[in-house]
């Protein structure tokens, strides 16, 4: 069945470091691709997204490439601050399958230090 | 617009009982999801209710089960709780069942079986 893995965390890094959280996938169709983040005790909160092949989704910084050659989704950021500190995931859902449910990644959590 | 609300933030419960959660969807969205987040974990899909019908389901035993009324708020029902069954459970609406549309979270219930 359809899968996501995440790199294992956590992830520490200083305040302006760069950042990559590796992502990968097995869909046996043509998933869409997302970047979830939970701040501590909070839900979800939707960080960016992109529906087919060399989509790159973006928003507050971050950004991820829909690579299909190589089944992957790294999430990026070129000057992490100490309030992205959080767990991320990855997940993918296949929008002719089951409704579009969201298949998720074990998650990565992140911490900045100042 | 209103987000995405649950009922309870939390509740404890012992093991044998029942629970019921709740959900408010986001103004306009007609699809509610059911995850189960362990511990550490990424979340599981439980079920997703459109338009008051059950659309999809995962791995979960029948005594989970759910309902989604007609103004597309929805529950959540466990019976027979067991300690494995203490996790967040996180609603998210949608705007449809199919496609890449995106799901909204909300902040979770956090249930304890003791």
């Known amino acids: 069945g359809d899968s996501v893995t995440q790199m294992e965390g956590p992830v520490t890094l200083s305040e302006e470091a760069f950042l990559t959280i590796n992502c990968t996938y097995t869909?046996?169709?043509?998933?869409?691709l997302f970047w979830y983040v939970q701040y501590p005790g909070e839900g979800l909160q939707l960080l960016l997204k992109?529906?087919?092949?060399?989509d790159k989704g973006s928003n507050k910084g971050f950004e991820a490439t829909y690579r299909k050659e190589t089944t992957s989704f790294h999430l990026e950021k070129g000057s992490v601050q100490v309030s992205d500190s959080a767990v991320y995931f990855c997940?993918?859902?296949?929008?002719?399958?089951?409704?579009?449910?969201?298949?998720f990644g074990q998650g990565t959590e992140l911490s900045v230090k100042p | 617009e209103t987000g995405v609300t649950q009922s309870p933030t939390h509740l404890i419960k012992t093991r044998g009982q029942q629970v019921t959660l709740r959900c408010s969807s986001q103004?306009?969205?007609?699809?509610v999801s059911w995850y189960q987040q362990a511990l550490g974990q990424g979340p599981q899909f439980i079920f997703q209710?459109?338009?008051?019908?059950?659309?999809g389901r995962g791995n979960f035993p029948p005594r989970f089960s759910g309902l989604q009324f007609p103004n597309y708020s929805s529950e959540l029902n466990v019976n027979a709780l067991e300690l494995d069954d203490s996790a967040l459970y996180l609603c998210?609406?949608?705007?449809?069942?199919?496609?890449?549309?995106?799901?909204?979270f909300g902040p979770g219930t956090r249930l304890t079986v003791t």
């Open positions: 998210a609406s949608s705007l449809e069942s199919w496609g890449s549309h995106e799901q909204y």
């Open positions: 869909a046996t169709g043509y998933p869409s």
């Open positions: 992109a529906t087919k092949a060399d």
């Open positions: 997940a993918l859902s296949d929008p002719n399958n089951q409704g579009g449910k969201l298949i």
């Open positions: 103004s306009g969205h007609n699809t």
């Open positions: 209710y459109y338009r008051e019908e059950e659309n």
